[in-house]
């Protein structure tokens, strides 16, 4: 049997997309189905301002990949003409932006604007290991 971190009463196991462990002591904080997801969103919201800043640049927006994440972090950009195309970073270089094929692609933008996405990338890339980290940390506890 297990108890709860908090209060000591006894925990039930919570169904799928509830909590894993919810306290039967209906004082505690723990007791509600969803406290773990609420916590983790309080946790992160700092974060999602950030992600939300860097997602945007002068010529469209960065759809940075969660799931589907290629070597050190990917997105797909999306420039405010319509084109889309995927990007990402591994070991400091950019592709397509650092290979000889992005002419190929025939995207037209400046030295400015790759500079752009390329900073915004690299921040994505920052705030969202630093929000794993603090996850992680939060669940040690």
Same mark, same amino acid.
């Given at each position: $049997?297990?108890?709860?971190? #908090?209060?000591?009463?006894? !925990?039930?196991?919570? /169904?799928?997309?509830?909590?894993?462990?919810?306290?039967?002591?209906?004082?505690?904080?723990?007791?509600?189905?969803?406290?773990?997801?609420?916590?983790?969103? &309080?946790? #992160?919201?700092?974060? +999602?301002?950030?992600?939300?800043?860097?997602?945007?640049?002068?010529?469209?927006? #960065? /759809?940075? %990949? /969660? !799931?589907?994440?290629?070597?050190?972090?990917?997105?797909?950009?999306?420039?405010? /003409?319509?084109?889309?195309?995927?990007?990402? !970073?591994?070991?400091?270089?950019?592709?397509?932006?650092?290979?000889? %094929?992005?002419?190929?692609?025939?995207?037209? +933008?400046?030295?400015?604007?790759?500079? &752009? #996405?390329?900073?915004? $990338?690299?921040?994505?890339? %920052?705030? %969202? &290991?630093? $929000?794993?980290?603090?996850?992680?940390?939060?669940?040690?506890?």
């Amino acid at each position: $049997m297990s108890y709860c971190e #908090i209060c000591g009463s006894s !925990v039930r196991e919570g /169904d799928y997309g509830q909590s894993k462990y919810i306290c039967e002591n209906t004082l505690c904080e723990r007791s509600k189905p969803n406290w773990a997801y609420k916590k983790r969103n &309080e946790l #992160i919201k700092p974060f +999602l301002k950030e992600i939300e800043k860097y997602s945007s640049f002068s010529q469209g927006v #960065i /759809d940075f %990949h /969660d !799931v589907r994440w290629i070597g050190d972090g990917s997105a797909e950009i999306k420039l405010n /003409d319509g084109t889309e195309f995927i990007c990402h !970073v591994k070991k400091n270089k950019f592709n397509p932006f650092d290979f000889p %094929h992005f002419i190929e692609l025939e995207i037209n +933008l400046s030295e400015y604007v790759i500079k &752009e #996405i390329k900073e915004n $990338m690299l921040n994505l890339i %920052h705030v %969202h &290991e630093e $929000m794993r980290k603090a996850i992680k940390k939060e669940v040690r506890k």
